[in-house]
C-alpha cells in the first residue's frame, strides 16, 4: 500500500521540523518528506490540510490486562482504544495473572499482539518471581522472549538486597529496571496524599517520603551497581529534586510522571471521586506545579498515560475501597496539548515527552519521521473539541477523572507500521 499524506502541517520532535509538507508511505516506511521519491504512485491519498502530523505517540504504561485480568479489559478493546489514541508504541507492565514472568507467557503476549490491528506492544518483565520481591527472575531468557526491561510495577520489593542482585544482574546484561519509587511501609494502607483533604477526609495517608525514602535507596545502589534505571511515575516536589541532582552527578536514570499527575491534584479527590484514586496518589497542588517545572526544564524525560482500566463494580465503591487506576491512553495526546497551551510550551518540544523521549527510554526506533524510518504517525485535528463520556472511550475501562470535561485535540488517522490502523468517522 502506497500513501500520500498531503498538505499537514508535519512535527517531528526529534529533527525539530514544523513546516507544511506531503509525506509518502510506501512497504511499510516513510519513503518521502516534502517530496516524492521517484515513479512513486499512491494507492490512497489522505487530505491532512487543517491536521498535525507527528510521529505516533509512544505510552511507557499501557495495562492491557492479558493474561488473567479479562474482566477488566481485553488485548484487542485495549489495542483499539491506544490506536484511536494515536499511540502507535507501547510498554506493558507485568502484573498481569500470572505475571510476565516466564518466556512463554510473554511469547504468547508478542504473538497475540503481533496477528491483531493495533500499537507495537513492548512487555516489561516481572523483576522478581510471582512479583513476590523474594527472588529474582531470569531476566536474560525474558529479554529473549521480547521484554525490554523489567520491573515490579506497583508490587512491593522490601528486600533491598534482592534489589541490589537484580540491578547487578542488569547491569551484567546491560538491562535496563523500571522502578515505581514507593516504600511499602510508608505507604501502608495509604490511599490518598498526606495532606489536607486526606485529613480531612478521614483517607489513610500516604506521605511524601514514601516516594523520597525509596527514592533515596534505588539512587545509591545505582550508584553502587552502574545500572540503567528508569523511575516510573515520579509524584512528588521532593522526589523531582532528587532526581535532578542525580542527574546533575551523571547517574544512568531517567524518569517519567502520568498525564494525570500533570492536571490534577489533591483538591481532586476532595469529593471522594474513586476515578482519582491513583497509584502513586494526587499530591499537592505545590507539587504539580514541580511536575511541570520538572517537564519544563527537562528533568523529567517523558510523559505517560498510565492506562489502567478498571471494571465498574471495583471503581463504584468507596475511595478507600475502590480499584486504584484511571483509563488514559486516549486521553494523552489532549491531556499534554492542554498543558502545551497551559504551559505557554511549542508543540515540538511538548510532543517530544510522548513520542520522541519515550521511545528513546524503550530503546526502540520510533517516535521520529524521516526517510526509511517506519510509518507509525499520528494525525489529529488540534481544534477539535469534544467531551470525555463512557460512550465515547473505546477502552473497555471507563474510569476516568476526567469524564464530562471538555478536550481540545483528536486523533484523525493512526498509521502504523505504514497501515491505516484506525480513522475517525464522523
Known sequence: MKIHIKNGRVIDPASGLDAVQDIYVAASNIVGVGKPPADFHANQTIDAGGLIVCPGLVDLSVRLREPGLEYMATLETEMHAAAVGGVTSLACPPDTDPPLDEPGLVEMLKFRAKHMPGPRVYPVGALTRQLKGEGITEMAELTEAGCIAFSQADAPLIDTQVLLRAMEYAKTF??????????????????????????????????????TVALATILLLVRETG????????????????????????????????????????????????????????????????????????????????????????????????????????????????????????????????????????????????????????????????????????????????????????????????????????
Request: charged share 25%.
Open 174 to 211: 546491560e538491562l535496563s529496571v523500571w522502578l515505581r519509587p514507593q516504600d511499602a511501609h510508608l505507604a501502608r494502607e495509604g490511599v490518598a496524599h498526606d495532606g489536607v483533604v486526606a485529613a480531612r477526609l478521614g483517607l489513610p495517608p500516604i506521605p511524601v517520603p514514601a516516594e
Open 227 to 426: 545500572a540503567r534505571v528508569h523511575l516510573a511515575r515520579l509524584s512528588s516536589r521532593a522526589g523531582i529534586e532528587m532526581v535532578r541532582r542525580a542527574k546533575h552527578d551523571g547517574l544512568p536514570i531517567t524518569c517519567d510522571v502520568s498525564i494525570h499527575h500533570v492536571h490534577l491534584s489533591e483538591m481532586d479527590t476532595a469529593d471522594f471521586n474513586a476515578h482519582c484514586h491513583l497509584i502513586p496518589p494526587l499530591r499537592s497542588q505545590r507539587d504539580r506545579d514541580a511536575i511541570r517545572l520538572g517537564l519544563a526544564d527537562g528533568t523529567i524525560d517523558a510523559i505517560c498515560s498510565d492506562h489502567a482500566p478498571v471494571d465498574d463494580d471495583a471503581k463504584e465503591l468507596p475511595f478507600q475501597e475502590a480499584e486504584p487506576g484511571a483509563t488514559g491512553v486516549e486521553l494523552l495526546l489532549p491531556l499534554t496539548l492542554k498543558w502545551a497551551r497551559e504551559s505557554g510550551l511549542p508543540l515540538t518540544q511538548a510532543l517530544a515527552f510522548v513520542t520522541q523521549h519515550p521511545a528513546a527510554i524503550l530503546g526502540v526506533d520510533a517516535g521520529r519521521i524521516g526517510i526509511g524510518r517506519p510509518a507509525d504517525l499520528c494525525l489529529f485535528d488540534p481544534e477539535a473539541t469534544w467531551v470525555v463520556n463512557r460512550g465515547n472511550l473505546a477502552s473497555l475501562g471507563k474510569n476516568s477523572p476526567f469524564l464530562g470535561l471538555e478536550m481540545q485535540g483528536r486523533v484523525q488517522y493512526t498509521l502504523i507500521d505504514g497501515h491505516l490502523d484506525y480513522r475517525r468517522h464522523s
